[in-house]
């Protein structure tokens, strides 16, 4: 099957956006893997090693044809009004960002209001800046306009954490993936939440993005990341890599093919009780140490639930 030029573009469009995001803002990029009308993935804004839930919603646009309707200084961006509406009634402030491909630039602005013009046709554009270039430069504006009072900004990551909540709470099974690279000083990792949909292949990514801890730990920092779930080993997965251990370290074959235990299992993993911690299963070559951990709804996620049941339809009850 061929790949359209279109799709090449829209994916270049997405990974310049996600290198600018990341290695001159110094943020995280989360690309949004599952649906999301008119959104293709969520800036996290970071001050030093701090996630303090300030996000912005980005659509990303690629290609010389967003670039032929010269502005004042700039360029005009015409969204269809579905969009518009979709873009001014989200939770989150909106970023259109024009990816160019001869100057590898990614130029940006929010869609709100006061960027919104109306036309003599009805229709709707934005005007999108030469100088508002994805980079250092666009740090202050795009923390501002992520800014909030702190309790708006809790409720806003409840708000958009609300899929992931249901599907708990109809019994299905959440994973976090990790990989981290272990050797580098900036603490650079990437977290794929999924689905294990239990059928022997692997889980169906929901969302992806990329962090930088420094030092902090990924044990102390991914639980935050989702408060409204506790978070703990992916049995199956933990329960054959300390298998795997233990056979590595406690079995032994003689030549004759007579199998020999040094320990029992049980008293092997008794006396080592790091491993009821949260911890990589894996290690890839000496570099990147690979997590795979367990999202169990809790007291916050089914409270924060129950009350948007009642302000959605009045439903007074705790529970579905």
């Not at 701090?50 to 967003?66: D, F, M, T």
């Not at 518009?84 to 130029?107: A, I």
Request: glycine residues 6%.
């Amino acid at each position: 099957m061929r790949r359209l030029p279109s799709a090449r573009t829209a994916s270049i469009g997405v990974a310049q956006t996600r290198l600018a995001v990341e290695e001159r803002l110094e943020w995280l990029f989360r690309e949004q893997l599952a649906e999301d009308y008119g959104i293709d993935a969520q800036i996290e804004v970071v001050e030093g090693e701090s996630v303090k839930g300030r996000l912005l919603a980005v659509q990303i646009k690629s290609g010389e044809s967003w670039f032929k309707e010269p502005g004042p200084n700039g360029w005009w961006f015409r969204p269809d009004d579905d969009h518009v509406q979709y873009w001014t009634n989200h939770s989150l402030p909106v970023v259109v960002v024009l990816y160019e491909p001869q100057s590898k630039r990614c130029h940006w602005q929010l869609v709100n209001t006061r960027t919104l013009v109306g036309t003599s046709t009805g229709r709707w554009k934005v005007l999108v800046p030469a100088d508002q270039v994805l980079n250092e430069t666009a740090r202050a504006p795009l923390r501002e306009a992520a800014e909030g009072d702190p309790y708006v900004l809790r409720i806003r990551e409840l708000r958009l954490a609300k899929p992931w909540m249901e599907l708990l709470s109809h019994d299905q099974r959440l994973v976090v993936e990790i990989d981290e690279w272990i050797n580098k000083t900036s603490g650079r990792g990437s977290i794929t939440l999924a689905v294990d949909r239990e059928d022997g292949e692997e889980p169906s990514p929901l969302a992806a993005w990329s962090v930088f801890l420094g030092t902090a730990s990924y044990a102390d920092v991914v639980p935050q990341l989702f408060a409204w779930a506790d978070v703990g080993l992916h049995e199956e997965t933990y329960d054959s890599a300390d298998h795997d251990q233990y056979e590595e370290e406690c079995v032994f074959v003689d030549d004759e093919g007579d199998r020999f235990e040094a320990q029992e299992y049980q008293d092997w993993r008794a006396s080592r009780s790091h491993l009821s911690e949260l911890r990589p299963y894996n290690n890839l070559s000496g570099e990147v140490d690979v997590w795979r951990l367990e999202l169990t709804l809790n007291d916050l996620g089914r409270a924060f639930l129950a009350l948007d049941r009642f302000a959605t339809t009045g439903d007074r009850q705790l529970t579905p």
